[in-house]
């Protein structure tokens, strides 16, 4: 059975992470591309911008929406599917995402789908 987890990008690395995803569109601000440790990221898995824009306006009362939203973009994104075949097989996985709300943010839905 495969172990999937969410991670705050800014958390160190670990070896127990496994297989790390970062999932946002932008960088995570103040992280280097020396320190900042990933195995795979791909800009377009993350939500829209305007769908991100939008939740950004006002996240606690369009979170549930903003779920609902983003799932239906990852069910049509090829780029999802793309994900799914990477990690396949892999043991562990870590949904890396930069986030400062660790309820609300883009890797819970990506957690949630892939569950």
Do not use: C
């Amino acid at each position: 059975m495969q172990e999937i987890e969410i991670k705050r990008a800014y958390e160190p690395a670990a070896p127990s992470d496994g297989f790390r995803v970062y999932i946002d569109r932008l960088w995570p601000r103040g992280l280097s591309h020396e320190t900042f440790k990933y195995d795979m990221w791909d800009k377009e898995i993350a939500p829209s911008t305007a769908l991100r824009e939008w939740f950004h306006a006002d996240p606690e009362n369009r979170w549930p929406e903003f779920e609902k939203k983003y799932a239906d973009e990852l069910r049509n994104n090829p780029a999802f599917g793309n994900l799914k075949k990477e990690i396949a097989g892999k043991p562990k996985v870590t949904l890396l995402y930069s986030s400062h709300d660790e309820t609300r943010n883009n890797a819970v839905v990506v957690y949630n789908l892939l569950k």
